[in-house]
């Protein structure tokens, strides 16, 4: 051999990193902001695909203060747990969440404050 290897360049295949088994693709956590049309001019929103450690109850608890609704959680087996809340609060919640969201990064810099603890805990 010779101090210069040559490489012969092979086929290039764009769709290589999407096809790959360990490259992650399709593990993003969105979270789905649904409505449900129930009878008349009644909705439902529906709120899933949160991360697990977050306490479920006391968003649906701020949730419930903020928008002056009434709301539960429910756990579904093949979903996890859904919050439901009365009426179509889908841009009230993903602003909300949005928020939630920007606090939490600012917040996780500072980890002594109580937001983290009173979320997550």
């Not at 040559?6 to 902001?33: C, L, M, R, W």
């Not at 093949?78 to 993903?94: A, H, M, P, T, Y």
């Not at 928020?99 to 600012?106: K, N, T, Y």
């Amino acid at each position: 051999m010779s101090e210069f290897d040559t490489q012969i360049p092979s086929a290039f295949d764009p769709f290589a990193e999407a096809n790959a088994e360990d490259s992650g693709a399709g593990s993003k956590d969105y979270v789905h902001i649904r409505v449900q049309q129930r009878n008349g001019r009644k909705s439902l929103t529906t709120v899933q695909g949160l991360k697990k450690e977050f306490s479920y109850n006391k968003i649906l608890k701020d949730l419930k203060k903020e928008f002056c609704c009434n709301g539960t959680v429910v756990q579904d087996p093949e979903l996890g747990q859904v919050i439901q809340l009365q009426g179509d609060q889908r841009k009230n919640v993903s602003t909300f969440l949005v928020q939630g969201f920007e606090a939490l990064v600012l917040m996780s810099l500072f980890p002594n404050c109580g937001f983290l603890k009173y979320y997550c805990g």
